[in-house]
């Protein structure tokens, strides 16, 4: 799996990996549901830098390579939302990263759909996925996310139903541009670092979150 790695400096400071994880469900029932916008995410920032995800490892689809001289990972978890830390886990011991190497890309009711939060770390906020990941942290909650807005259910909805429905138009459009703004995110992280990409990014998602969170879905 290191092989391709190998080759490139794996030692230095500048390029010691990141491993990218997006939260979702496997299947074609689950494509196109608000719980994937995890596994869109990765799925438009390897597109975004010519990366195959196309090995099984770990539970997860993987993919592997660089971004400048950065080593990256990036990783799907096919083990079902609820039991991600499965996959996630083994991930992070097996390629010996420190969880602040580790980002986690997950769907958040908290924020208004197509708003993009980057934390250094915190609990699960009810989200199983997390649950999963923070349980196989052995409770180390100190790990980077990701939180992609989905909104809030309408009215009085069950939120596990909001979660598994499909984006209808108005959403997926806000979806679409929040993935291009991620993988434009992304790609700040990896030639800045995490703390002064949250710095500028989260400031420029606050004026969108000003925007949109009284604009229905």
């Known amino acids: 799996m290191l092989s391709r790695l190998n ?16 939260l979702g469900n496997p299947g074609e029932k689950y494509k196109g549901t608000r719980h994937n916008v995890g596994f869109e995410l990765i799925d438009a920032f390897a597109e ?13 689809i993987f993919g592997e390579g660089f971004v400048g001289e950065v ?5 799907k978890p096919q083990t079902y939302m609820n039991l991600s830390g499965e996959s996630i886990g083994p991930l992070a011991a097996y390629y010996k990263l420190p969880l602040n190497r580790v980002i986690v890309f997950h769907d958040d009711m908290d924020l208004p759909c197509g708003v993009l939060r980057i934390i250094h770390k915190g609990g ?4 199983n ?11 180390n909650r100190e790990f980077p996310r990701l939180r ?7 009215g009085q909805m069950d939120p596990k139903a909001f979660l598994l429905q499909k984006l209808n138009a108005t959403a997926q459009e806000r979806i679409d541009a929040a993935l291009q703004d991620g993988v434009v995110m992304l790609k700040l992280l990896l030639s800045k670092g995490l703390t ?3 710095r500028c990014f989260n400031k420029e998602q606050k004026y969108k979150y000003t925007r949109l969170q009284t604009m229905p879905t």
């Open 196 to 198: 002064e990409c949250a």
């Open 7 to 22: 080759r490139r400096c794996f030692c230095t400071v500048a390029s010691r990996p990141w491993l990218f994880v997006g």
């Open 71 to 75: 080593p990256v990972f990036l990783a």
């Open 129 to 139: 996925g997390l649950k999963s990941v923070i349980s196989h942290f052995r409770g």
């Open 48 to 60: 975004s830098q010519g990366i195959s995800i196309n090995t099984v490892h770990c539970k997860a």
């Open 148 to 154: 992609i807005g989905i909104g809030r259910p309408p």
């Open 124 to 127: 699960h906020g009810s989200h």
